[in-house]
């Protein structure tokens, strides 16, 4: 199985679509979305149409020095002390609109607890403290189709050392 496709730093120009457009977008790429994807991307915070750029780095739990695995708060601490950033909470459908390349996974297990091998889970603030809403986004491709997925979880919930995050390379 060849390596996957890395990414290292990518410019990536999120917003300028309103939410109609951004659905159309994704819709007319084919582009599946799960029922969390869907309440995040109905949230207000998808009403800023400024289009901005902004530079992405990819970054494991492990790299950011949690060889054993972190909840979301400690991940997001560690990438900080590394220079990294949160996301804007619209990056995940851009960067799923630009992402043509990532690898299809071969678990085809939609929803399971845990972050799904071959998944990219972007970092960025929750919308709502709220842990039975969605969280944020991850990318990933089952059987050769692009999903941007939304997910849950809690402060409690253990990330794998080798799960891989999306983080805005520089302050925000």
Known sequence: MPEPLRIEQRELWVGGLSRSQLLGSLSSHGIHLNAYAEALLASESFD?????????????????????????????????HQGLSLCPVDTGPYLRLALHEQTTSSDPLMSSGY?????????????????????????????????????????????????????????A
Do not use: M
Request: charged letters at 25%.
């Open 48 to 80: 800023d149409l400024v289009a901005r750029p902004i530079v992405v780095t990819e970054r494991t739990v492990a790299e950011l020095g949690l060889a054993n695995g972190a909840p979301l708060s400690r991940i997001f601490q560690a990438a900080k």
């Open 115 to 171: 972050a799904p091998e071959g998944s990219l889970t972007i970092a960025s603030a929750p919308i709502s403290n709220d842990d039975e809403y969605p969280k944020g986004f991850y990318l990933r491709v089952v059987d050769r189709q692009a999903w941007l997925r939304g997910y849950r979880c809690d402060d409690e919930h253990q990330w794998s050392p080798d799960d891989h995050f999306v983080f805005r390379d520089g302050p």
